[in-house]
C-alpha cells in the first residue's frame, strides 16, 4: 500500500531540504515504495496521525530531527540525500529531490540516489536572506522558483506566464480554458528546452476545484514559491440595470475566488514554512486601477477589486506568522491585451458600438481616448506588471500592499 496524500507531506519535505541547503528544490513524489535506495533517508512519520488527524508540526519536528541525525552521520558540509521514504498509517511513499523538475524526475525513473550538490548552486542569492542583504537583479528573484498563475493561459496572465518562464521559474499554468493553458505550455517548453511550464485546469470560484490545483502542485514539485492570482472577469452594467446573476458570477471570481486562493495555497505555504522558517514566499493578486477607484458602470468589477484590497490586507496580516507575504498589482488598463483589442467581443468594438466614448468614429479614437487618461500617454504592459512582480517578490520587507501600475493614471493617497 503506498501513501499518496502528498500535499501533507510533500512540502514538509521540500521546506526542510530548502532550509538545509539555502537553496532551492523540487521533490517529486515516485508513488512506488518498492524502489527505495539504500542511500535514502528513511522516517517513521506514523505518530504524527491520530486517525485521520495529521500534526504537521509533529511530523515537521520527525523530519527534521531524522535530517539532523544523517547530518550528525555524514557531516553538516556533505552532499543533501536525493531521496527519502516515509512511512505513515497508510503506506510509505518516496520522494526524489533535484534543483528542478527535470532532475527530479529524471531520479525517479533512473533510480540514481546520488548525493544533491551541496550549497547554493542554483540561485543568484541566498533564499533566507539576513535583513539588509544586497538587493538582486530583478528578474533572478524567481529562477528556479515554482509558481503559479490562475488565468494564465491569455491576457495579463499569460504575459506573467511567459515572463516567469523566462526568468527560469516553473510555471503552472491554472485556467478554465485547459485547452490554451496546454498550447502555452507546450510552446514555453519548446522554446526553453526544460519542463518550464505544465498546464492545470482550475475554475477558481470552485473550492474543490482550487484544492486539487493545489494537490496537483504538490503531487507534482512538491510546493511552491509565488502563486499569482490573476483569473478575473468583468462584466460591465449600470446598478440600475445589472441582473444579480451577473454581478454574483464577477464577484465569485473576483473576490470569493481570491479568498479559496490563498485558503488552499496558505495550507501549502505554511507546510513548507515548518521546515523552513524565516524563507518568504508570497502571494500576489492582480487587482486593477478599479480596485482604487471607483469605476463607472462597473460596480460589480471595481466592488470586488476594493474587497479584494481588504482581503489582501488582512491575509498578510495573519499569514506573515508563516513568512507568507501577501500584496496586490494594480495595472492599469491592458489595451493591447484580448479584454480590449479582441476584433469581436474587445472593448474598443463594444465601446465603439455602444457610443460609449463621445465622438469616436472609429476603434482608433477610442483607443486614442483611454490613451489619453494616462500621463504617461500609454497603456499598461505585460512588462510593467513584470517588474512590479519582481519589486515585490525581492522586496521581503513589504506586506498587505496594493501597488499601482498605471501610469499615473491613479495614485495612492
Ligand atoms: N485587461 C485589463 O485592462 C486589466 C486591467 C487591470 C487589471 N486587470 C486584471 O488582470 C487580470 C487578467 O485580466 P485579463 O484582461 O488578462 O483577462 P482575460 O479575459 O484576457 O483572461 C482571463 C483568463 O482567466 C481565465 N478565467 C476566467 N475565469 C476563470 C475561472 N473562474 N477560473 C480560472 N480561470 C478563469 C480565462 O479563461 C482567461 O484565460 C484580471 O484579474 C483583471 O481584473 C486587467
Redesign the pocket.
Known sequence: MSFTDHILTAPLIRGLWINAAKCLRVVVPAGDAAAVPPQALTVDLRAAWTGDSFDEAWAAKLLRDAYTAWEAKNGAASAQPSCIRITTPSGDAVYWIDRDLDSAKKRSVTGDASPLEPGNTNTADSLIAAPGASAVNRSSVVKNKIVLV????????EEIVRGLAASGALVFI????LG?AEKLAETLNASEKRIAAVAVP????NEASVEALFKTIADTAGGLDLCVS?????KAASVLEQEEAAFKFVTD??YT?FFLMVKHCGRLLRRQNRTAPGWKTDIIQ?????GLEGSNKNGA?AGG?FGAIGLVESFALELVEYDIKVNAIC?????D????SDPVKGLFVQYLNTGKVPGARTLADVRAFYEAKVPMKRG?TGADVMRAIYYVVEQEYETGQAIPVTGGQVMLH
Not at 174 to 177: M, S
Request: charged fraction near 5%; glycine fraction near 22%.
Open positions: 490562475t488565468g494564465g493561459a491569455q491576457g495579463f496572465g491554472a485556467d478554465l480554458n490554451g482550475v475554475n477558481v470560484s490573476n483569473a478575473g472577469v468583468l471570481i473576483n475566488g492582480i487587482n486593477s486601477k478599479s468589477y477589486k495595472p492599469g488598463n491592458f489595451l491585451g484580448p479584454l480590449w499598461c
